[in-house]
């Protein structure tokens, strides 16, 4: 099972894209983007093509109040600066916030981490904006399927 999949679970219903072309169009097409509440991305996505899709998301007056959350999900090297760059220019274009999956499961375990997933995919749904990066009071309880990969 994918992160994401794992992090939204039957608390959401969600579309998955693949291609810059395919999210674009889930948008695009009238009424499309009244019914999407959120977007999240992955740094990742479509051969890191993330920027991309948020410049789209914030061109278009309907798809400009979504909130959209970029995520690093893959497990991976990256200087702090690196990371310090993607948050400023996440944020620079629009994104309400940026989540580092696998820094957030080194340190509390890949259940917890995807507890604040999820927590944070409600923040932003009722609140239009991100927690703050600390994780205290979350609850760790939430059960999350077995057999999560990172993609």
Known sequence: MHIAQAAAGDFFDTKFCSSLEEAEASLRFPGSAEEVDLIACGLHFDDGRMYELLRFARSNEKTRP???LCVKLLKGR??????????ASSEMLGAQG?????EIASRHGEHAAL???????????????????????IHFSESIPEGIRHA
């Open 66 to 68: 979504i909130p959209f």
């Open 78 to 87: 990256m200087t702090p600066s690196m990371l310090d760059s993607i948050r």
């Open 98 to 102: 940026f989540l580092h999956f696998p």
């Open 115 to 137: 507890v604040i997933f999820r927590k944070t995919l409600y923040d932003l749904l009722e609140e239009g904006k991100c927690p703050s990066n600390t994780y205290e009071g």
